[in-house]
């Protein structure tokens, strides 16, 4: 018998929820610090782990802070005082580690989301968050999701986490939901 996608989506969800079971809260404390400390935050994913940063990028946007992505031709040099943030869901990537080395280099502090806490992005990063989902560095054999293919429950997680990211430096810096809404594009 096929599953429905009610079933599916239902089994998705699950997965991705159970993520957040063993989630450590100091590590999640820290990156809101570090974000709420930063004099400016650069962002930087590659494939759809980057997807999840442009989706945060935007939120921070939101929130009034100087908020930009790897890349864009608006995006400021960085510096002291700054902090880039990068996602290395399977421990890294060689643009993920060269971007670490240029912010360094800068004089920038360095936040890894990723769910390799010993991989090579980490162990060179001042603060680690520690996503426990699938990637594609695990996504076969017997621990292998039945459901979500590839990274994709990394990739849930992090949409999921983000959100309640924000809820928490909305908290710790007394934004409204209305401060946020406008600073919303009016050009869509």
Do not use: W
Not at 68 to 75: E, K
């Amino acid at each position: 018998m096929t599953e429905t996608v009610g079933e599916l989506a239902s089994q998705a969800c699950a997965e991705i929820a159970r993520t957040f079971e063993t989630i450590d809260g100091s590590q999640v404390d820290a990156l809101v610090e570090a974000l709420a400390a930063a004099r400016r935050i650069v962002l930087h994913g590659v494939g759809r782990e980057g997807l999840m940063m442009r989706a945060l990028t935007m939120r921070l946007f939101h929130m009034g802070l100087e908020a930009h992505p790897v890349g864009d031709m608006t995006t400021p040099a960085i510096g002291a005082g700054d902090l880039l943030v990068v996602s290395a869901g399977p421990g890294g990537f060689s643009t993920i580690m060269a971007l670490i080395g240029v912010a360094r280099e800068a004089g920038a502090k360095v936040a890894v989301i990723t769910a390799q806490p010993a991989g090579g992005a980490a162990r060179t990063a001042d603060l680690v968050m520690f996503l426990p989902a699938q990637t594609m560095a695990n996504d076969s054999g017997a621990a292998a999701s039945a459901v979500l293919s590839m990274g994709s429950a990394f990739e849930g997680a992090q949409y999921v986490f983000f959100e309640v990211l924000v809820l928490l430096l909305r908290q710790r810096l007394g934004i409204s939901a209305e401060d946020m809404r406008a600073r919303h594009t009016n050009l869509e």
